[in-house]
């Protein structure tokens, strides 16, 4: 049995379990919304024909500084990540810019709850890694875009974090193997290679820093997957 989902059999989200330190959560939230990039939005914006009445998923959001950039351009928007702390921030920066989100707790994988009802736009910033593995990643945020919609990936790469000792052997293991130990960043170039194994009309890479990749694609609008 894969490390990582018996790892998530012992830690219920349901039964208060919350993998991020209060500390880290504000001094995070402090950052993201900080440096949070209003562009990336606009282009979003862009390539949807406009957010306002479009289904967002923000997977993995955090303290929700995208969340609310999307509310606020009338996109009705869900929430999904796996910490009650960042929850609460997102909650109270959305009262604060006076929008609304829904709310979901759980893994990323339990994202699939809302396979019935597919998005125009998931959203994954920087979570990527955190799934129970690469393949698994690229068919839930396939399976989340309705045709015609858009999934937006930016992940560090190895470079990023440059791991050493046992996070070098877990990055190693998945950069050969494919094998998930803990939350190695997957080499550049995979996510958009597995993306496209989806139906895809259009696919954008931003690969000017060695540092992350950056996969935004637009799913046929004729696809049946
Ligand atoms: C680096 S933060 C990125 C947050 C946000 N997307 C951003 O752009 O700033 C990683 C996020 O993934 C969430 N996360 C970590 N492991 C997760 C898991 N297994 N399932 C769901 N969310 C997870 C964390 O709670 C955190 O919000």
């Known amino acids: 049995m894969p490390v990582n989902y018996l790892h998530s059999l012992l830690h219920r989200v349901e039964d208060g379990w919350d993998p991020i330190p209060a500390s880290y959560a504000s001094s995070y939230a402090e950052m993201a919304w900080s440096e949070r990039s209003p562009q990336i939005v606009q282009d979003l914006d862009a390539r949807l024909g406009g957010l306002s009445g479009k289904r967002v998923l923000d ?6 500084q995208y969340s609310v950039l999307f509310a606020q351009r009338g996109a009705e928007v869900t929430w999904h990540d796996i910490s009650r702390k960042y929850q609460a921030i997102c909650r109270e ?3 604060a810019a006076g929008v609304s989100i829904r709310y979901s707790m759980g ?3 339990d994202a699939l709850r809302f396979l019935a009802e597919p998005f125009d736009l998931v959203f994954c910033r920087v979570c990527w890694y955190y799934g129970r593995s690469d393949r698994q990643m690229a068919r839930l945020i396939d399976s989340l875009v309705k045709p015609g919609g858009v999934g937006y990936v930016e992940c560090n790469t190895p470079a990023f974090s440059r791991p050493r000792g046992w996070r070098r052997l877990q990055s190693v293991l998945n ?3 494919w094998l998930k130990l803990g939350h190695p960043m997957p080499p550049h170039g995979r996510i958009a290679k597995l993306l496209q194994r989806g139906d895809i009309l259009h696919i954008t890479l931003d690969y000017s820093s060695p540092l992350r990749d950056i996969v935004v694609f637009t799913k046929n609008a004729h696809s049946k997957s």
Do not use: F, I, T, V
Request: aromatic share 14%; glycine share 26%.
């Open 59 to 64: 997977l993995g959001g955090g303290p929700g």
């Open 93 to 95: 920066r959305a009262a």
């Open 107 to 109: 893994y990323l994988e």
């Open 175 to 177: 950069q050969y193997l």
